[in-house]
């Protein structure tokens, strides 16, 4: 048990059935990703796997199970976000399928306002209607029916870096969210060509980006955000760069394109991790592996980086960790670490 830290996991609908009783106890929060906004009302179209929950619930019944809203390319919320009425759907749609389907609260994962990097609508209005979007839905779960739970949550995933609070005044979205998941994962990749670690807890020097998981939770505190609230997010899969030169084992190299999404840990421990010609290494200044194999180069979180992890959250006061996503670590090698990194000894 993680001694009142969040020990949070995403799960894909579809991938329910991976929540083993061991990994429910592990875990305070558990994600289910994702429900979406169509005709500007919230829904969730595999409700069937939802059935999964009883079981989950019964391994832990101080779980947290939480409906989670949006993700990468989803869209609609610029628009219900733009009017009173539109506000007012969203939050009653949503909270009606916690009502519904038994849930623990809503978790808002909107990439990103302001932003339509994903191909969705976007104003800078958003940057004052995502606080009020969030704020209708707080003020619908704080009308509980008779007999209901008096506790629903209401969290959101916010990007790593500047550009997330530019669009957002987060100063005023954390007096009404239990709990902010900083997505400290795809740091890099998807947009740069040069390699690096996606998901490290410390700047490397060397290294162009400055981002790392230390600096993006501090530039939420500076924003208003307190540490008590904030999670710090671990991936369960790779970033890959391929055409990479063979120079320093890869590491900070400009490659043949940007890093695409990679294999999760299960399928890194099985076919990549000095095997199949691939050779980690450890980067101790990021405190983050990376695998080379003389020309793909490989990011990713294992149980050492996780352990660095864990130490940074319990000293520094922060929320704990969460991770995207659960089927990726088969054998719960990385959930265990970091309940365990996460508890008191």
């Given at each position: ?287 983050a592996p990376y695998l080379f194999d003389g ?12 352990r660095h992890k864990a130490r940074f959250v ?32």
């Open positions: 048990m993680s001694s009142g830290f969040c020990v949070g996991g995403y799960v894909v609908g579809s991938a329910l059935d991976s929540v083993s009783t061991a990994d429910a106890a592990r875990l305070t929060h558990l994600f289910v990703a994702f429900a979406v906004i169509e005709d500007g009302t919230v829904v969730y179209r595999n409700p069937t796997e939802l059935a999964e929950l009883l079981r989950i619930r019964a391994a832990n019944p101080d779980l947290r199970i939480i409906l989670s809203v949006g993700g990468w390319g989803a869209g609609g919320f610029s628009e219900a976000a733009a009017t009173a009425e539109g506000r007012r759907a969203f939050a009653g749609s949503a909270v009606e399928l916690v009502h519904r389907h038994g849930f623990d609260g809503i978790d808002v994962d909107w990439e990103y306002p302001c932003y339509s990097a994903a191909g969705i609508a976007s104003s800078p209005a958003d940057r004052e209607n995502f606080t009020l979007l969030l704020a209708d839905t707080r003020d619908e779960l704080d009308r509980r029916p008779p007999g209901d739970r008096s506790d629903r949550l209401l969290t959101i995933a916010v990007g790593a870096d500047q550009y997330f609070i530019e669009g957002t005044r987060m100063d005023q979205v954390q007096e009404v969210v239990d709990l902010v998941n900083v997505m400290t994962y795809d740091m890099r990749g998807g947009f740069q060509v040069l390699t690096g670690h996606h998901t490290c807890l410390h700047h490397s020097a060397g290294d162009l980006y400055r981002i790392s998981a230390e600096r993006s939770l501090d530039l939420y505190e500076r924003a208003g955000v307190p540490r008590a609230k904030m999670a710090m997010g671990a991936a369960f899969y790779a970033r890959t760069w391929s055409d990479v030169p063979d120079r320093n084992h890869g590491l900070f190299q400009m490659s043949g394109g940007v890093g695409r999404g990679g294999p999760g840990y299960g399928e890194l421990e099985a076919s990549y991790i000095n095997r199949n010609g691939y050779t980690r290494y450890w980067d101790d200044e990021a405190k020309s793909t180069f490989i990011s990713y979180d294992d149980p050492e980086s996780l319990r000293a520094g006061g922060y929320a704990g960790i969460f991770y995207w996503q659960h089927a990726h670590d088969p054998s719960g090698a990385l959930l265990e670490t970091i309940a365990e990194g996460l508890s008191s000894r």
